[in-house]
């Protein structure tokens, strides 16, 4: 029923505002090579993983690593050089679209959008062509909200 995990495998889950959660496992033998040489392998791809889900739109609460006496200590990211070192890879990776991000996103995080959007028409597009252009566009701040 359950796979025992190898020596140098890690499994850590990653909470979401919205209550889902999302399991990662990170073998250290195959991380990806680190920008700095005291950065922590495993950390880094912990790190490049809530990165990701962050750019999809994900507000990230908390995440846990499972170990295999069942406890479920808290991995403090935020402020680790590894986390650093992972916003800078993917800030260099480029920039989705709009309409990229809006394809990511939960129901959640859409339905916050679509309200916004009835709710103050004047900051959105007003004809098709104009919200083409809208969508192709980069935005500017967080997902959703007045910043969009």
């Not at 990701?52 to 908390?62: F, L, R, Y």
């Not at 260099?92 to 990511?104: D, G, H, K, N, Q």
């Not at 996103?105 to 103050?120: A, C, P, Q, T």
Request: hydrophobic share 35%; proline share 4%.
């Amino acid at each position: 029923m359950y796979k025992v995990l190898n020596n140098n495998e890690r499994l850590f889950q990653i909470k979401f505002l919205t209550g889902t959660r999302k399991t990662v496992l990170i073998n250290e033998k195959s991380c990806r090579e680190v920008p700095d040489k005291e950065c922590d392998g495993v950390l880094f791809e912990l790190c490049c993983a809530v990165n990701a889900a962050e750019a999809k739109g994900h507000v990230i609460t908390s995440v846990v690593e499972l170990c295999d006496d069942g406890s479920t200590p808290r991995v403090a990211f935020r402020n680790t050089k590894e986390y650093r070192a992972a916003k800078q890879a993917q800030d260099s990776v480029s920039t989705p679209t709009r309409i990229e991000r809006i394809r990511a996103m939960d129901k959640f995080h859409l339905g916050v959008l679509l309200n916004d959007i009835r709710h103050e028409p004047q900051k959105y597009p007003e004809c098709h062509m104009a919200w083409i252009d809208w969508l192709n566009g980069q935005p500017k701040g967080t997902i959703i909200g007045k910043n969009f």
